[in-house]
Structures are given as C-alpha cells and as structure tokens.
C-alpha cells in the first residue's frame, strides 16, 4: 500500500527522499532535499536543494524556501493575515476571495520545531528561529530570533 498522496504536477528534483504519509500538490522540491512523514506542500510552494523538512510541517501557497534550509518538527507557514471562512455574502471563500501573501526563507536558514512563520515576512540567510518561535516580522541575515513574537537575541557566530 502506497502512503503518499503527490499529485502529477509536483516537480521533484534527483535524489530527494521522502518519507511515508506526505501530501503535495503543485510544487515544487529541489535535488537532495528530505521531506519527513506527514509534511505538506501546497501549489505554487517552492523547496530548494539540500534542505530538511522535518515530519509534521505544513508549508503553504506562496512560501518559498531557498537551497540548504533546515525546517523542523512541525513548523507551520502562514499565507494569510486576515483568514475568514467565508467572503463578505456569506458564502464559503474560493480563491478569488483572497490573496496568497509571500513567505521567503533564504538560503542556509533553519527554523526549529514548533515555530509558526506568518506572512509578508523574509528570514534572511543563515539565520536561526528558535523552536515554539512566532515570526511576524523580517529576520536579518545571520541572526538568532526566538519568542513570540520572535526577537533578536544575536548574531550567528561564524
């Protein structure tokens, strides 16, 4: 029994690795990357090569992670500021109701367990998210965030 749900318009790169119970849709994975059990992946999401997306971890529309980024357990993207079930009508919101809001993690970045990414935000390269963090806004380049909200504890040590 298969335990994978990719549909035909995932573009995977050589080499990747993918664990049991993974849904993805419409994205796209880079060479080498490892994706663990029970992540999905929405269309127009994009992975690079060389990263690690660790078990429970939702990464939505318009998030775009670059080359050699570590995402941890159960991390969760955000693509929309101001989430309603339905549009103003009454009916339940389609597509056209709203609009998808980017998420970039650059490259060499690593995000620990538990962090919750929310919209319109950058995480810069080589920067850190500590585990349980919740980023609402830009993280420089070779910094340390943790809390909730995320602040700045330091740089990165090379």
């Not at 992946?41 to 429970?56: E, T």
């Not at 101001?82 to 549009?87: F, I």
């Not at 709203?98 to 920067?127: D, F, M, Q, Y």
């Not at 850190?128 to 809390?147: E, F, L, Q, R, Y």
Request: proline share 3%; aromatic share 6%; with cysteine.
């Amino acid at each position: 029994m298969n335990y994978l749900c990719i549909s035909e318009d995932v573009k995977l790169g050589k080499d990747v690795k993918l664990s049991k119970f993974i849904n993805m849709y419409g994205c796209t994975i880079g060479d080498n990357t490892k994706i663990g059990a029970f992540v999905e992946i929405q269309k127009k999401a994009a992975v690079g090569s060389n990263c690690k997306i660790s078990s429970h971890t939702f990464i939505c529309e318009g998030v775009t992670i670059e080359d050699n980024v570590f995402i941890g357990h159960g991390v969760t993207f955000v693509n929309d500021s101001y989430p309603r079930a339905t549009a103003a009508g009454g009916a339940l919101q389609t597509e056209a109701d709203w609009k998808v809001e980017p998420t970039l993690v650059k490259k060499g970045a690593s995000i620990g367990s538990g962090a919750t990414i929310l919209a319109n935000v950058t995480i810069g390269e080589n920067a850190i998210v500590g585990a349980g963090s919740v980023v609402t806004k830009n993280v420089p380049p070779d910094t340390i965030v943790a809390g909730n909200p995320a602040k700045i504890k330091r740089k990165v040590q090379k």
